[in-house]
């Protein structure tokens, strides 16, 4: 799993969030690209808002081109609406949860979206 956020506090509590699975940290779109380039995910979890020249949601739809078959879930406290038609009209992600996000519809949600992916 790759976990981009530009807060390494939130990235510590999405660590413990995922507990078990192998986590790459990115403080940035770039970094989470540069870890792309080096790496098969099968989930990147993105922030929507960073102090960068992109966003989470360019990010993943990035990650969307480049490794399709990868989980996109879009992490945000930003509640505006048009984010949330953006995320959905481009098909980057396959889900939208709001900060501070409920540990167990998260993992449960990824969980689920494993298995599906990896079901004959």
């Known amino acids: 799993m790759l976990i981009c956020d530009d ?3 939130i990235r510590k509590v999405m660590r413990r969030t995922l507990k078990g699975y192998d986590i790459v940290e990115a403080g ?13 995910f099968d989930a990147v979890i993105s922030d929507y808002s960073m102090d ?3 966003d989470g949601l360019d990010l993943l739809q990035l990650v969307k081109l480049q490794q399709p078959d990868t989980i996109r879930f879009l992490v945000t ?4 609406l048009e984010v949330v038609v953006r995320a959905v009209n481009e098909g980057a992600v396959h889900r939208y949860f709001l900060k501070p996000w409920n540990d167990e519809k998260l993992r449960s949600a990824l969980e689920v979206l ?4 990896n079901a004959p």
């Open 114 to 117: 494993l298995r599906g992916r």
């Open 28 to 40: 940035s779109p770039r970094e989470a690209l540069d870890a792309l380039k080096e790496a098969m």
């Open 77 to 80: 406290a930003n509640r505006d």
């Open 7 to 9: 807060d390494p506090d």
């Open 52 to 54: 960068s020249d992109a």
